[in-house]
């Protein structure tokens, strides 16, 4: 037998906390708190939405016993203090209007064409094999290939996942950090992966194992143990040491830690080297066959807004069939609503019989 409305509130109460401290939050009397808590008595609409604000909960959970498939589930990459040993993500609560921003693309996109759902795979060694080899430099698009979305916005503090639906997005900050940038996506996919849901600190929730589990799959992934433990760090150049920055996509800061946490020992040299910033080891050391400045470019396109480009489709196709308005997909583009040219249905027009009677 299901519980009902009051059994669910009741089992939502915050311990420690009086009921009438609760009845008395969301303005109701002790006494129909109570009968309310028994099934004596109804909840109001109002009520129970003082409730689900007052209690953090799912407002759809506690009328009906199952979550809201619309609502707004995401993992975020956290900010570990070495001094307090906590995780946190200080922009949270700007980040989460932004990202409701985001799904409610998704949503609309689905009066249009269905979600195609992500294959995510099921471990580290098969998201290798998927991304394929040297995947670095075409990271979001080997993602794409899975139907696993990447978008990239201002405004947020860290990088974020969430599922529209069966579809898997990640949502990054537009830093302009490239070797950021790729140990986000690590860490978001690991999230995927390793099937975390709903890591926010804020939540009242530990989730300092889920974190350390997805920087160590992001760590293995982009920089494997096998690899670092074949080079010969001790007499490594400086021109071969950025060249392998480069292709591993990573901070020399990154490699550090990584280095560290394996317990590999490195020259003097080596170490001088990582204690340079990466944009410092690159343009001193890496030499780029190509024209033009490589390091430059990855990094404008790292602070590049960014959306599927069949997401985008989806809504031009949307307004044009007068199902979706431009509003959302102008801010997709970044653009005005005003000054956004795209085809839209005609406005219907009033027959003559009509537009007398209106007049009369």
């Known amino acids: 037998m299901n519980p009902s409305i009051g059994e669910r509130v009741l089992g939502a109460l915050p311990e420690g906390t009086p009921q009438k401290e609760i009845a008395r939050q969301v303005d109701m009397t002790e006494d129909a708190f109570s009968r309310a808590l028994r099934g004596q ?75 195609e759902p992500s294959r995510i795979p099921r471990d580290l060694p098969q998201a290798r094999e998927a991304l394929g080899p040297g995947f670095v430099p075409e990271f979001m698009d080997r993602l794409a290939a899975l139907e696993i979305d990447t978008v990239r916005l201002s405004g947020l503090s ?51 194992r889920e974190e350390a589990a997805a920087n160590r799959f ?33 901070s020399t800061h990154t490699v550090k830690v990584r280095l560290a946490n394996l317990r590999i020992q490195v020259s003097p040299q ?39 480009a069949w997401l985008t489709e989806a809504h031009v196709e949307g307004v044009a069939q007068g199902r979706i308005q431009k509003g959302t997909l102008a801010w997709m583009l970044g653009v005005d609503p005003a000054t956004l040219e795209v085809e839209e249905p005609p406005a219907p027009t009033m027959s003559d019989s009509d537009l007398m009677f209106l007049l009369g």
């Open 41 to 115: 008595r109804g909840f109001s609409a109002l009520e129970l939405a003082r409730l689900a604000e007052v209690l953090d909960q799912d407002i759809h959970l506690l009328i009906t016993g199952v979550p809201d498939p619309n609502r707004l589930v995401v993992s975020g990459r956290h900010n570990f203090d070495r001094e307090t040993w906590t995780r946190s993500i200080d922009g949270e609560q700007g980040d989460k209007a932004i990202l409701s921003d985001v799904l409610l693309a998704y949503r609309q996109s689905e009066t249009v064409r269905p979600l």
């Open 218 to 250: 992001a760590a293995e992934l982009l920089l494997p143990e096998k690899e670092m433990r074949a080079l010969d760090w001790a007499t490594v150049s400086p021109q071969d040491l950025a060249a392998l920055i480069w292709g591993w996509g990573v």
């Open 270 to 308: 080596t170490q001088s080297l990582l204690d340079l910033t990466t944009q410092g080891l690159l343009r001193r050391f890496w030499k780029h066959d190509g024209l033009g400045d490589a390091i430059t470019e990855r990094m404008t396109l790292a602070s590049a807004r960014r959306f599927p």
């Open 158 to 208: 860290t990088a974020y996942s969430l599922h529209a639906g069966a579809r898997a997005v990640m949502v990054i900050p537009e830093t302009g950090n490239w070797f950021k940038e790729n140990f986000d996506l690590a860490h978001e996919l690991a999230h995927l992966v390793l099937g975390h849901e709903g890591v926010l600190a804020s939540i009242e929730r530990e989730v300092s």
